[in-house]
């Protein structure tokens, strides 16, 4: 019958037996798997994990992993907080946030860059060019005539400068007449059929 005892092992010392064990960790470090990644800040004294992921734009989530959205297909978060339905990356450094609930988003042909095509105009372009973000600043109420048939995804961001009405020249969310007025901005995602507004 053991009296007394001691155990040994890597990073373990451990006392008298039914006093418990005690240890040290030595080492830490991130698997990369699921989407994510990670790195590890003081690894042998106070460690640090940041965790990341290499995918930019809209993710989507099963409570174990995370991918790239499909293209063109619509999500909705639903009515959960739990982030097991739709997560969003909104920086190219993959910092993370939950979707807004009942929102339904689109994945663009590719991501969105994490800097615009820039266009500061005063005219109607006719038609504008996919992957631009415009400032519009008409000297009166016009007319922004959104591109025909684009590919499946493409998109056009537009926000309002002048103090005047923007009249948007397309068929946006299945209107024909659709404006803008003011400090609006809109960015407007080609669904195949029409535009939507996101």
């Avoid at 007394?4 to 451990?14: L, N, Q, W």
């Avoid at 999500?75 to 990356?89: D, E, R, W």
């Amino acid at each position: 019958m053991p009296v007394g005892g001691e155990v040994v092992g890597p990073g373990v010392s451990g006392g008298a037996s039914g006093g418990g064990g005690s240890g040290t960790v030595t080492t830490i470090s991130v698997a990369t798997a699921n989407g994510f990644a990670g790195t590890v800040a003081n690894a042998t004294t106070t460690p640090v994990v940041t965790m990341e992921t290499t995918i930019t734009g809209l993710l989507k989530g099963n409570g174990t992993a995370v991918s790239e959205a499909t293209v063109g297909t619509d999500y909705s978060a639903g009515t959960s907080a739990l982030a097991t339905g739709i997560v969003k990356s909104t920086t190219a450094t993959g910092v993370l946030s939950i979707a807004v609930a009942g929102t339904d988003y689109v994945a663009p042909a590719g991501n969105l860059p994490s800097t615009f095509n820039l266009s500061t105009i005063t005219a109607d372009p006719a038609p504008g060019v996919v992957g631009t973000y415009y400032r519009t600043n008409y000297a009166g109420s016009g007319n922004f005539t959104l591109p025909t048939g684009p590919a499946t995804g493409s998109w056009i961001w537009v926000k309002q400068v002048a103090n005047n009405t923007l009249s948007i020249v397309g068929t946006v969310d299945g209107n024909a007449s659709f404006t803008m007025v003011q400090y609006q901005s809109y960015l407007f995602i080609y669904n195949g059929t029409n535009w939507d507004i996101n």
